[in-house]
């Protein structure tokens, strides 16, 4: 869907603002100009760096930097990115984050906040970990080192088939988690609405509440959680955003 039409969606449905991943879309004159008009609909909360090659972007570290430098000039105050794979020659990415003594200071410049996110565990064709920092204290040893912070997946952490409320809290406990991807999981599918999978997701809002967390939360989910009407997505979603709100108050 495209942003100028998922934005008014949003926003009508009753969220307080966007995380728009990097598209292809924004190759030509980096984004900066779509962007800024389409914070007049909804605010834009959150960055992710794209994690698809994009003309012009560069490399993964250069789309990383040039995230970061997009969100400042639109007072977007976080960024969030993958770790390097291992089976994706990102090694370059991967040697070029062990050199960053200070990622809030050396990147983010005292303005935007820099998080890392969880990801997947499982391989699909070996058996070996995707994504380099795939255990949660090989992640939590890092961020804690360079001076990072979280974007914590609850679907990608669903696939590691360890105790989800254990590894939530030895990040949690941290006090770097600053993002939230509340989705589900589920008979091995990812990124489907809170309740259509098995993890424990109302626990973790309860939990959230009575912390006091004060970071954001992104409904993250798949399309094809989603009806194919305008007025059904915008049906479910105002939904969603309502039950997230009533476990948070």
């Known amino acids: 869907m495209p942003l100028e039409r998922a934005f008014p969606i949003a926003s009508e449905a009753g969220y307080d603002g ?3 991943i990097i598209p292809e879309s924004l190759e030509q004159d980096g984004g900066s100009s779509l962007l800024r008009d389409l914070q007049e609909i909804a605010p834009i909360c959150v960055l992710h760096a794209p994690f698809h090659p994009i003309p012009g972007w560069g490399d ?5 930097m040039k995230t970061v430098e997009l969100a400042e000039s639109l007072s977007v105050p976080m960024v969030t990115f993958h770790p390097p794979k291992w089976l994706g020659l990102q090694i370059k990415f991967w040697r070029w984050m062990y050199t960053v003594r200070d990622f809030q200071r050396e990147l983010g410049g005292g303005t935007v906040t820099i998080a890392m996110e969880n990801m997947p565990y499982r391989g699909r064709l070996v058996r070996v970990p995707p994504y380099m920092f795939g255990k949660t204290e090989d992640i939590v040893r890092f961020v804690e080192k360079r ?5 914590f997946d609850c679907a990608h952490m669903g696939t590691t088939n360890r105790p989800f409320a254990g590894n939530f809290l030895r990040l949690y ?14 008979q091995r599918r990812e990124h489907l609405l809170p309740g259509h999978g098995d993890l424990p997701l109302e626990g973790l809002l309860k939990y959230l509440r009575e912390s006091g967390y004060k ?11 989603l009806p194919g009407d305008e007025a059904d997505i915008k049906a479910v979603l105002k939904e969603a955003a309502f039950q997230i709100r009533a476990q948070l108050t």
């Open 18 to 20: 966007m995380e728009v």
């Open 60 to 64: 993964r570290i250069t789309a990383l």
């Open 147 to 151: 001076n990072l912070y979280f974007t």
């Open 173 to 186: 406990r941290t006090k770097r988690v600053k993002n939230i991807h509340l989705s589900d999981y589920g």
């Open 215 to 225: 970071g954001m939360i992104t409904l993250e989910t798949i399309p094809e959680e």
